[in-house]
């Protein structure tokens, strides 16, 4: 970053930060820090900072990067140069620092202050909502600093941008204060809460998602084959492990039954993946682990993952009967000990027509997502497939499929699905255009899609699933957990295949945002 065309003598690099406050110091200037985002700077900021500057000789305000910023969809509005060069601007602010990290604390750590300053509000642990604040006052008092509040104009950045600015669609905006009529910051919080008692199974394929990026070339000289030259690659645990991921970061007792091959990475793999008392996984040598590997272009900023082609490395062919006995013997044991079971079938052979009907007669509260993909296009519909669900979601493609048609009332055809296999719950999602749910004795949900800026849509349906299921399995109303799965999926479309899972503190932090459009 160009510190004079961003923040002209008061911008300090985090890596400069230690030795610059040391300096101040023994100097025997008195510091103090003040944090935050500071998206839309206004008269509250002003007066908080104007009121922490004269508590001290020197103060360096930090503020967190881009790529950490957990207000929802849509944030930050204005980039991090903008942010940074818009309080450099104020002359009650010394010093600005770009800070890298999710959390205040390794900020606090570089200043040392000698006050933190936050505002008046903060005051009143209400306000806490994810337990931020008594971290930051943790990290202050290791410091040797002390904490203190400033008063004045209480006007929050989120509400004047969810107001008075278009980084919302009108149809995000209408559903959001709608879902405000009927539930506070305090009840969604307690919602996702809810959802840690939760004993879950999860069971399906592994599915390895292989991104090598390379930089296109262009035309090899001898034929009219595209060239390109290898970058990198990593590899990222998806499929139903993806799933897996994703609940546990909502309940702890979750447990994964699948399938996978004895190839050399492969253990290393799943053990950085799934814990030693979770794993029910069935090894074979005779196996193929599936991969999945995409040929993508490097990303430009702000924009979506650019993929080339793909290549699949699988068998179609369902495992050997040693491993399917394995598998239902695990599955048998697991299931005896759960609410619910989340059953991801990708269409590549591991779920047999006789695990389906076992898992069907079985589950307490099977939650089920019957995919279509290239590798099983039209072999694999849900209503051909298994003959009851508690919850299920399929996207368009699937729908169509299943309905025969190219062109249907997609309501009803959800309605007519949902109740030939007697769900609870049911899901459609549509990707850009919206998402419908429908539960027994509601009327229907639509939600609409509440991010935009995709990076890749690899897995963002996995991750609603994931948490709609959940929320499902909880029994949580039908608007409520089609806004929690809403927001996982916004999560998983940033986040490039499935490098890491979707984090319940930003998806908390990202739903209590929009309800205060």
Request: charged share 30%; proline share 0%; net charge negative.
């Given at each position: 970053m160009d510190a004079d065309a961003v923040a002209p003598g008061k911008w300090i690099p985090f890596e400069a930060v230690p030795e610059r406050m040391a300096a101040l110091r023994a100097a025997g200037r008195r510091?103090?820090?003040?944090?935050?985002?500071?998206?839309?700077?206004h008269p509250g900021h002003v007066t908080h900072l104007e009121g922490a500057r004269a508590m001290g000789d020197v103060l360096v305000v930090?503020?967190?990067?881009?790529?950490?910023v957990q207000k929802g969809p849509g944030r930050p509005y204005f980039d991090e140069r903008l942010r940074l060069g818009s309080l450099a601007a104020l002359s009650c602010v010394d010093h600005v620092v770009l800070s890298p990290f999710p959390s205040a604390v390794p900020a606090i750590e570089a200043i040392r202050p000698d006050i933190y300053c936050k505002g008046k509000?903060?005051?009143?642990?209400?306000?806490?909502?994810s337990g931020a604040l008594q971290e930051e006052m943790r990290a202050v008092e290791r410091c040797g600093g002390e904490v203190r509040f400033t008063g004045g104009i209480k006007a929050g950045s989120t509400r004047l941008l969810n107001h008075y600015f278009e980084h919302l669609g009108a149809p995000v905006r209408a559903f959001c204060r709608g879902l405000a009529t009927r539930y506070t910051r305090k009840t969604l919080g307690e919602a996702v809460e809810s959802l840690a008692g939760l004993r879950v199974l999860v069971v399906g394929e592994t599915i390895f998602d292989r991104y090598a990026q390379v930089r296109v070339q262009g035309l090899t000289s001898k034929s009219r084959v595209m060239s390109g030259r290898f970058l990198g690659s990593e590899t990222h645990g998806g499929g139903a492990l993806a799933a897996f991921r994703h609940v546990r970061q909502f309940t702890s007792k979750v447990r994964f039954l699948s399938v996978v091959g004895t190839e050399p990475w492969v253990e290393g793999a799943l053990r950085g993946l799934v814990g030693t008392g979770e794993d029910l996984v069935v090894r074979d040598p005779g196996y193929t682990t599936i991969v999945k590997e995409r040929f993508v272009e490097p990303r430009g900023e702000g924009e979506e993952v650019s993929k080339l082609f793909a290549v699949n490395y699988l068998d179609p062919e369902p495992p050997a009967e040693a491993v399917l006995e394995r598998f239902e013997a695990g599955f048998r044991e697991a299931?005896?000990?759960?609410?619910?079971?989340l059953l991801l079938d990708f269409g590549h052979g591991l779920m047999t027509e006789r695990l389906r009907r076992m898992v069907e007669e079985r589950a307490p509260l099977l939650v089920l997502n019957c995919q279509t993909n290239s590798s099983n296009h039209g072999f694999n519909v849900l209503p051909r497939q298994y003959r009851r669900a508690d919850v299920f979601a399929l996207d368009e493609q699937e729908l169509l499929l299943a309905a025969g048609q190219r062109r249907?009332?997609?309501?009803?055809?959800l309605r007519g699905l949902k109740e030939r296999l007697g769900a609870r719950y049911a899901w459609l999602t549509r990707g850009p255009v919206e998402t419908l749910g429908l539960r027994d004795g509601e009327e229907g949900c639509v939600c609409p899609p509440l991010e935009t800026d995709v990076v890749d849509p690899v897995g963002a349906g996995d991750a609603f699933f994931s948490v709609a299921g959940l929320a499902a399995a909880r029994g949580l109303p039908l608007d409520l957990a089609t806004f929690l799965g809403q927001l996982a999926g916004a999560q998983a479309v940033r986040i490039p295949g499935n490098a890491h899972p979707i984090s319940k503190p930003v998806l908390v932090r990202g739903g209590m945002s929009l309800l205060d459009c």
């Open positions: 510091v103090v820090q003040s944090h935050g985002i500071f998206d839309l700077i930090s503020v967190t990067a881009d790529a950490h509000e903060y005051e009143d642990a209400e306000h806490d909502d299931c005896g000990n759960c609410d619910a079971v249907v009332d997609f309501q009803q055809e």
